[in-house]
């Protein structure tokens, strides 16, 4: 039978259901800010009812649980479209080192170096028995061997600071998968007693962004509410377990050089996007390519020159390479030349006054490469800087376009997950309402308690 205890029960359980709903009001308000925060909405459940004579009486309502908002579709796909504007970012960045190097911004450059150097061996020409155009031909040599030194020092640099960046990100991986595995834990122990981990699961799902953004993840959640993730299809978490990545050191005499492989295990791991994926594919395609079409342009100019140079002839001899060195970072004047001006040869016969070496030499800045490749030497190297152009423009329009991509996703996902302030004061305003109301029946509980206690004794 209904009785008032059984009115102050019903009227307790209203009050405290309404504080929880008006406590996750207050909590998304409070998170709204928070990325990765998703909206917290209460689920309350009709009491057991009563069971009298003279019918079902209901008891009120209870709280079910706390429910969060999900969108497990627009999710999956933020980690991928994260995991590819990462990639592009640092290829971006890269190659706008690149362009910077080679762009020559102060006009000491290599381009400039060259043009310095044909028309030093011009003037010689001009002037072939001149021991001052010799000196002056060695000097922009030597500018020009600095040149190519300069650019390859700044290129290696790029490189060892990209490897750097690998083995810094492997371990922010690392880092990431500790901390989501202890959650996994976390979480499991939390919903085995039939509750959600619902802020615990939105800071999960965030660290799985940011790992995302560094390396390509698949995520699979089990029915305990634990994930399973995975990169270039090996698992590496499972549970709480969780199998860490190292850097491989595969440097040489010549060359620094890191590569990524799981813990216990050097062969090397598939990444395929994010930003390790950028760092890899800038130094081993695009550094290597350019670094690789450097030393041909230096590779070219010593071969052309040291051939026409050791035909010619001066009066301290003849058959004298012009350059020593096989690409840019070891390209140098010759130690003969250097010592001795003299040897520069301007003639092939050693006639007074012939000048067809020199101008031979000169010639190299207008004349074709070979047969197959007509460019010029300026040509080629101008390409070099056209490509790095092209690549780098390519690259930033591939970073907006992420860009643009996975803020169009957010937007999705926070409709559907996000804290909406204009919504969340409807809702306070009407448990408010619905509190203030529960209140006032108490009170109306508490007049009648207190009526019949007032009641004369024998009366009840």
């Not at 009785?3 to 008006?22: D, V």
């Not at 991986?173 to 989501?180: E, T």
């Not at 007693?193 to 962004?209: F, G, I, T, W, Y």
């Not at 040897?343 to 490469?369: H, K, R």
């Amino acid at each position: 039978m209904a009785t008032l205890f059984g009115l102050l029960q019903l009227n307790k359980r209203s009050l405290f259901s309404t504080q929880y709903a008006l406590q996750t009001i207050n909590h998304n308000i409070a998170n709204m800010n928070e990325p990765g925060y998703s909206r917290q909405d209460i689920i309350f459940r009709t009491a057991y009812p009563t069971i009298t004579a003279h019918g079902v009486l209901g008891n009120g309502v209870g709280v079910a649980t706390v429910k969060r908002a999900t969108a497990d579709f627009y999710t999956r796909q933020l980690r991928r479209e994260t995991s590819n504007l990462g990639g592009w970012e640092m290829v971006s960045a890269s190659l706008s080192e690149v362009e910077s190097i080679l762009g020559e911004p102060n006009g000491n450059g290599l381009s400039d170096a060259l043009n310095a150097f044909f028309e030093a061996w011009n003037d010689l020409a001009g002037d072939p028995e001149s021991g001052a155009m010799r000196v002056a031909v060695i000097e922009a040599s030597n500018r020009l061997c600095q040149a190519f030194h300069s650019v390859d020092h700044a290129l290696t640099q790029v490189v060892d600071n990209l490897n750097d960046q690998i083995a810094s990100d492997v371990e922010r991986v690392n880092n990431l998968l500790k901390r989501i595995s202890d959650l996994n834990g976390q979480i499991v122990s939390i919903e085995s007693k039939d509750v959600r981990a619902n802020d615990m699961r939105d800071e999960r799902d965030q660290l799985l962004l940011e790992l995302s953004k560094l390396i390509n993840v698949e995520v699979k959640e089990d029915q305990y509410g634990s994930v399973d993730v995975y990169i270039g299809g090996t698992n590496v978490i499972h549970r709480t377990e969780a199998r860490y990545l190292k850097v491989l050191d595969l440097s040489t005499q010549t060359e620094k050089r890191f590569s990524i492989s799981l813990e216990n295990d050097n062969s090397e791991i598939s990444i395929e996007s994010g930003e390790i994926a950028g760092l890899l594919e800038a130094r081993d395609t695009y550094m290597k390519d350019v670094r690789e079409s450097i030393d041909n342009v230096a590779s070219i100019i010593i071969q052309k020159v040291n051939e026409l140079h050791r035909r010619g002839w001066t009066p301290r001899g003849s058959g004298f390479d012009f350059f020593e060195g096989s690409d840019a970072e070891t390209i140098s004047v010759s130690f003969a030349i250097q010592s001795d001006p003299d040897l520069v040869a301007t003639s092939y016969d050693g006639t007074i006054g012939d000048n067809t070496l020199a101008n031979d030499i000169a010639a190299l800045a207008e004349t074709a490469i070979s047969e197959d490749d007509v460019r010029t030497i300026n040509e080629l190297y101008n390409s070099i800087i056209a490509s790095v152009g092209t690549y780098s423009r390519t690259a930033k329009d591939m970073v907006s376009n992420q860009e643009l991509i996975c803020e169009n996703i957010e937007t999705k996902k926070d409709s559907i997950v996000g804290v909406n302030l204009d919504e969340e004061l409807v809702k306070l305003t009407q448990y408010q309402q619905s509190y203030e109301a529960a209140a006032r029946v108490m009170k109306v509980v508490e007049s009648l308690v207190q009526t019949i206690v007032d009641l004369p004794v024998g009366m009840y």
